[in-house]
C-alpha cells in the first residue's frame, strides 16, 4: 500500500495541529510516550517531532511532508517545498516574531551597538547570517531556554528571541531595538515526495482540507425562516461570501434563507434580523470553507 509519511509537531503546536486535522477529517490518536501516534487513514503514517527538526527530516526523506514553523526552515536552510501557509488560530492570533532586545537601561539603542557583544539566542544559524551580511561582528551563543533570563543576569549583552504579546520580554525589564523577522506556521513537504503524481495530490488533498477548517474557524452559517414581503429588506442585512442561499418554504409565502459570515458580526446581526421580521434563526459551526 502507498504510504505517505506525515511531520506533526511536538510541543505548543501539537494539540493544535491534532484538533486541525481532527476538523479536517483525520483523527490522530496519541499514546504515551509514543512517537508515532495512529491516524485513522491507511494511506498515512505519522511521527512526532520537535518544529526545530522537522524541516531537516523533511529535506533528508526521512518525512514526506509536516508541519513546522517558518522560522525553524530558515534557521535549517532546508530545500523544502513550501505547499501552504497555515494561520493556526486557536494558538496565535498572529505570527511570531523574532527581534533583538537588550536591558531597558542599556546604551545599546541600534544594530551597530551590538558591535562586539555577546547575544544568546536558539535561533543561532539564522542570526549570525543575518549580523554577517550586516557586517556586525558578534559573539552568537546558543541558549537552551530561560533566555531573557540571560541578560538580565548579564550573562549576554543582547538576546534574540520569539515572542507574539512581549508580555515575557516587558516583564523582564528589556527593550526591543530591532525585529529580524515575523513567523507563522507552514506545511512543508520533500522535493522528491513532491516529485510523485501519488504523493503530490495526498499533500495537495491535505493542504486543501486544513486550510478549508482554518477558514471555516472564524465563520459561522446562520439559517432563518422570513417572510415573502421581508425578504428584501433582511437579505440587504446580510453579509455574506457570495450571495446568501433562499429556497421558498412549502406551501408557504416564507422563505428559507441561508448565509456564511463572520463569527463577530453575529452578536449585532440577529436583533436586527429579528427586528426586521426574521424567525427561527440558526447559528450553526463550520468544519470547513473550500
Given amino acids: 500500500?502507498?504510504?505517505?509519511?506525515?511531520?506533526?509537531?511536538?510541543?505548543?503546536?501539537?494539540?493544535?495541529?491534532?484538533?486541525?486535522?481532527?476538523?479536517?477529517?483525520?483523527?490522530?490518536?496519541?499514546?504515551?510516550?509514543?512517537?508515532?501516534?495512529?491516524?485513522?487513514?491507511?494511506?498515512?503514517?505519522?511521527?512526532?517531532?520537535?518544529?526545530?527538526?522537522?524541516?531537516?527530516?523533511?529535506?533528508?526523506?526521512?518525512?514526506?511532508?509536516?508541519?513546522?514553523?517558518?522560522?525553524?526552515?530558515?534557521?535549517?536552510?532546508?530545500?523544502?517545498?513550501?505547499?501552504?501557509?497555515?494561520?493556526?488560530?486557536?494558538?496565535?492570533?498572529?505570527?511570531?516574531?523574532?527581534?533583538?532586545?537588550?536591558?531597558?537601561?542599556?546604551?545599546?539603542?541600534?544594530?551597530?551597538d551590538l558591535e562586539g557583544k555577546k547575544i544568546a539566542t536558539e535561533?543561532?544559524?539564522?542570526?549570525?547570517?543575518?549580523?554577517?551580511e550586516k557586517n556586525i561582528n558578534v559573539n552568537i551563543e546558543f541558549s537552551w531556554g530561560?533566555?531573557?533570563?540571560?541578560?538580565?543576569?548579564?550573562?549576554?549583552?543582547?538576546?534574540?528571541?520569539?515572542?507574539?504579546?512581549?508580555?515575557?520580554i516587558r516583564a523582564h525589564g528589556l527593550k526591543i531595538i530591532y525585529e529580524l523577522m515575523s513567523s507563522n506556521t507552514q506545511f512543508i513537504a520533500n522535493k522528491k515526495a513532491w516529485e510523485n503524481p501519488w504523493k503530490r495530490e495526498k499533500i495537495e488533498n491535505i493542504a486543501m482540507l486544513l486550510q478549508g477548517a482554518l477558514k471555516a474557524d472564524k465563520?459561522?452559517?446562520?439559517?432563518?425562516?422570513?417572510?415573502g414581503e421581508k425578504l428584501e429588506s433582511i437579505t440587504g442585512l446580510l453579509p455574506s461570501m457570495n450571495a446568501p442561499t433562499i429556497a421558498h418554504l412549502y406551501q408557504s409565502d416564507w422563505y428559507s434563507v441561508e448565509t456564511v459570515i463572520s463569527e463577530h458580526e453575529v452578536r449585532d446581526l440577529i436583533p436586527k434580523l429579528l427586528k426586521e421580521g426574521a424567525e427561527g434563526i440558526v447559528e450553526y459551526a463550520l468544519n470547513k470553507v473550500i
Fill in 146 to 168: 530561560a533566555t531573557e533570563a540571560k541578560v538580565v543576569s548579564g550573562l549576554a549583552d543582547a538576546i534574540v528571541e520569539v515572542t507574539e504579546t512581549e508580555s515575557t
Fill in 1 to 112: 500500500m502507498k504510504i505517505l509519511k506525515l511531520g506533526i509537531p511536538k510541543g505548543s503546536l501539537e494539540k493544535a495541529t491534532i484538533e486541525l486535522f481532527a476538523k479536517s477529517g483525520w483523527q490522530i490518536k496519541l499514546a504515551s510516550r509514543n512517537y508515532f501516534p495512529e491516524i485513522d487513514d491507511p494511506e498515512l503514517s505519522c511521527s512526532i517531532c520537535r518544529p526545530q527538526e522537522m524541516s531537516r527530516y523533511i529535506e533528508d526523506g526521512i518525512l514526506d511532508a509536516g508541519i513546522t514553523g517558518k522560522d525553524w526552515i530558515l534557521e535549517n536552510e532546508s530545500d523544502v517545498v513550501w505547499v501552504e501557509d497555515l494561520v493556526y488560530s486557536k494558538v496565535s492570533r498572529k505570527p511570531t516574531r523574532w527581534i533583538i532586545a537588550v536591558p531597558g537601561d542599556s546604551d545599546i539603542t541600534c544594530l551597530e
Fill in 219 to 227: 465563520i459561522v452559517g446562520l439559517k432563518m425562516n422570513v417572510p
Fill in 123 to 132: 535561533l543561532v544559524g539564522y542570526s549570525k547570517r543575518f549580523f554577517a
